[in-house]
T-cell receptor, first 110, second 113 residues
Framework: GENVEQHPSTLSVQEGDSAVIKCTYSDSASNYFPWYKQELGKRPQLIIDIRSNVGEKKDQRIAVTLNKTAKHFSLHITETQPEDSAVYFC?????????FGKGTMLLVSP | DSGVTQTPKHLITATGQRVTLRCSPRSGDLSVYWYQQSLDQGLQFLIQYYNGEERAKGNILERFSAQQFPDLHSELNLSSLELGDSALYFCASAKDSSTDTQYFGPGTRLTVL
């Protein structure tokens, strides 16, 4: 089955800096890659997703890049704000179910 | 609000007991997924139902079972509960396939004492 590795497990940045979270996946058939943000005690919420027919997608301060050859994808957050502090999960899906990475705790200090 | 509802919000019970968690998907969504999230753990996929039928199974224990009813709501049954079953249980719904966006419910926090 699919295996998703996510790094780093924790990431501390200063407000205004950029943050990058990286994921690798194992199943070359995977073609859908969502990112979820989860605040403490809350539900995971989709923040951006990308499908395998594109290499990059951007939504305001958030962007995701996908390299299908290398089987890795990354989340980029620019101009970080304290409210960006949360746990971020990447995931990959193809013909089977969504497989999640173990999460990255992002801490943005004012 | 994702449109996915889960009840109850919190559940406290004793070891050996049985509980039922309920999930109502977004209007129009046919797939329901159940996940377990333990402390400091990621989201562990348990089971998926699509239009009333089991479609995929993950790391679901034999003590756990689920079903999806004709109105598409789903229930997750946990029996012979152990301390280690204490966790947040999320359901998510999606239109159809595994590449459709999954929308998560607010979760049920289960505490087994």
């Amino acid at each position: 089955g699919e295996n998703v590795e996510q790094h780093p497990s924790t990431l501390s940045v200063q407000e205004g800096d950029s943050a990058v979270i990286k994921c690798t996946y194992s199943d070359s058939a995977s073609n859908y890659f969502p990112w979820y943000k989860q605040e403490l005690g809350k539900r995971p919420q989709l923040i951006i997703d990308i499908r395998s027919n594109v290499g990059e997608k951007k939504d305001q301060r958030i962007a995701v890049t996908l390299n299908k050859t290398a089987k890795h994808f990354s989340l980029h957050i620019t101009e970080t704000q304290p409210e960006d502090s949360a746990v971020y999960f990447c995931a990959a899906s193809g013909y089977s179910t969504l497989t999640f990475g173990k999460g990255t705790m992002l801490l943005v200090s004012p | 609000d994702s449109g996915v509802t889960q009840t109850p919000k919190h559940l406290i019970t004793a070891t050996g007991q049985r509980v039922t968690l309920r999930c109502s998907p977004r209007s129009g969504d046919l797939s329901v997924y159940w996940y377990q999230q333990s402390l400091d753990q990621g989201l562990q996929f348990l089971i998926q139902y699509y239009n009333g039928e089991e479609r995929a199974k993950g790391n679901i224990l034999e003590r756990f079972s689920a079903q999806q009813f004709p109105d598409l709501h789903s229930e997750l049954n946990l029996s012979s509960l152990e301390l280690g079953d204490s966790a947040l249980y999320f359901c998510a719904s999606a239109k159809d396939s595994s590449t459709d966006t999954q929308y998560f419910g607010p979760g049920t926090r289960l505490t087994v004492l």
